[in-house]
């Protein structure tokens, strides 16, 4: 498989870049991996089907979200049983997480009032400081 030497999408380079640095840390810390896909059962089939309608009528009210996306994505990978077709459902979770990446990076501070959660590092764990949700800035740096 080749690989662009140039991304043309905006942000995708340091997304891509980004994603390398953290499975870098989790192979440091798992090795390489190997696990059944687990994909394709009926109940997974059903729920896909049911995230896809509940994405579409969040949209259609106007009020979808960057998470109902996602999570009607997620669950159409895992309905999939077909290998080829899971990779390619794969990289559209992986599209729309660089999209929606994007997309946090592009606000503006003006854009929100800041919130407060805990910072996460590797492998989710606590880094013991808090950050706005929205714009991922230190809480001393964000909005109040």
């Known amino acids: 498989m080749s690989h662009p030497s140039t991304f043309t999408t905006p942000g995708v380079r340091q997304?891509?870049?980004e994603i390398d640095a953290e499975r870098q840390r989790q192979l440091a810390k798992f090795g390489d991996q190997h696990h059944p896909d687990g994909?394709?059962?009926k109940s997974q089939?059903?729920?896909?089907d049911h995230k896809r309608r509940w994405c579409e009528a969040a949209f259609g009210s106007g009020y979808g979200t960057w998470a109902d996306i996602l999570?009607?994505?997620v669950a159409e990978v895992e309905a999939e049983r077909d290998p080829a077709k899971l990779r390619a459902e794969l990289l559209q979770v992986a599209a729309v997480c660089a999209a929606w990446v994007a997309d946090i990076d592009s606000r503006t501070t003006a854009d929100h009032v800041c919130n407060s959660i805990m910072a996460r590092g590797e492998m989710d764990?606590?880094?013991g400081y808090l950050i706005c949700g929205m714009c991922g800035k230190r809480k001393s740096e964000a909005q109040r």
């Open 15 to 17: 997304f891509a870049e």
């Open 39 to 41: 994909t394709g059962n």
């Open 71 to 73: 999570a009607e994505e």
């Open 45 to 48: 089939q059903e729920y896909a």
């Open 125 to 127: 764990e606590p880094l």
